[in-house]
Structure formats: structure tokens, C-alpha cells
């Protein structure tokens, strides 16, 4: 296992920052059909969590990679570190009705995720959600594993919709 530090990754559009990501994968030794080249790129901090992108992952489609965040575990049947769609938007939804007054500005800093504009996560440090153990966690930290979910539709469905499709479905149940 390869661990790589690239917490500088951040271009200014959504190309760009597909670009550079499909980039640095490149860079990537070629594995063999006995030994898998696997790699780990450390993407994000905030406070005691770290955002993972492991490679390769499950579906094995060229550029895809899972999202971790270290420090919290999800649960369907067993404990993973890699939130789903669904999970993403239990916590959102876990925030908005339990914020509700501040609900807005973590709407605003998914639109400014979503539009590869500048965040400011100190607009929602006061917002939290519950993992499956009921503990609460920032919410800053599942908007910065939407911005690499972003990235991997962006990647995954690079001549179709990319990083729209996952956008809607939070509009559409007003999380974004």
C-alpha cells in the first residue's frame, strides 16, 4: 500500500480539478495479475478526521476510488469508513432537522463546493450529525467528502453529467 499526501489538490473548476486528480493517478505503478498496486491519497483534514481517497476501488473502472473518512464508521451490515450516497444524506438530513436555523449556510457552502468556489467550513462548525452509534460529528467534514464525491462522478461520468446527478437528488430533497 502506497500512502500519498495531496492536501493541495483544489483546482478552480470542475475540469481542472478532475484533471489534476486523473493526473496524479496516473502516476500510479501498473500492478500485476498477482500483486494489486493500491494506493492511498490523503486529501483533507479537519480537527481529528482525515479524508482517504483509496485506489483502486470496488467497481474497478479505471479512475475509481472510495472516499474514507477516517474517524467515523458507517453501518449497513458491518462497520466501513466510506459513506454512501444515502449515508451523506442521513447526515444532511440529520442536520437540517436538528439545525434547522442554521441549516442554510450548509446549503450555501455545498452550492459553493458543487460550483469549485471558496468554502469557509467555520460557517458551519456549530452543525453536527450522528453516525449509526449516535455520536455527533461535524458536519464540515461529510462537506468535504461531498467535494470528493463530486470529483469521482466528475471522473466516473466524465461526457455525461458528472457531479449534476448527485447535486439533484440534494436538491431535490432540499439539502441543497
Not at 6 to 31: D, N, P, Q
Not at 126 to 137: A, C, G, P, S, T
Request: glycine share 2%; with cysteine.
Amino acid at each position: 500500500m502506497t500512502i500519498i499526501d495531496l492536501y493541495k489538490i483544489m483546482a478552480s473548476s470542475k475540469a481542472k480539478a478532475r484533471s489534476e486528480v486523473v493526473m496524479e493517478f496516473l502516476k500510479e505503478a501498473c500492478g500485476s495479475k498477482d500483486n494489486v498496486s493500491r494506493y492511498e491519497y490523503n486529501v483533507e483534514e479537519f480537527e481529528n478526521y482525515k479524508i482517504v481517497l483509496k485506489r483502486p476501488g470496488r467497481f474497478k473502472k479505471g479512475f475509481d476510488f472510495t472516499v474514507n473518512i477516517r474517524g467515523i464508521y458507517f453501518k449497513k451490515q458491518k462497520r466501513y469508513e466510506n459513506p454512501s450516497f444515502t449515508d451523506i444524506k442521513k447526515a444532511l438530513s440529520y442536520a437540517k432537522e436538528n439545525y434547522a436555523s442554521s441549516y442554510d449556510k450548509v446549503k450555501k457552502e455545498i452550492n459553493n463546493i458543487f460550483e469549485v468556489k471558496s468554502y469557509d467550513l467555520e460557517n458551519v462548525k456549530e452543525i453536527y450529525f450522528i453516525d449509526y452509534e449516535m455520536k455527533l460529528h461535524p458536519i464540515a467534514i461529510i462537506l468535504l467528502a461531498i467535494k470528493w464525491l463530486f470529483v469521482s462522478e466528475d471522473i466516473s461520468y466524465w461526457n455525461w453529467s458528472g457531479r449534476n446527478m448527485f447535486m439533484d437528488d440534494l436538491k431535490k430533497l432540499l439539502l441543497a
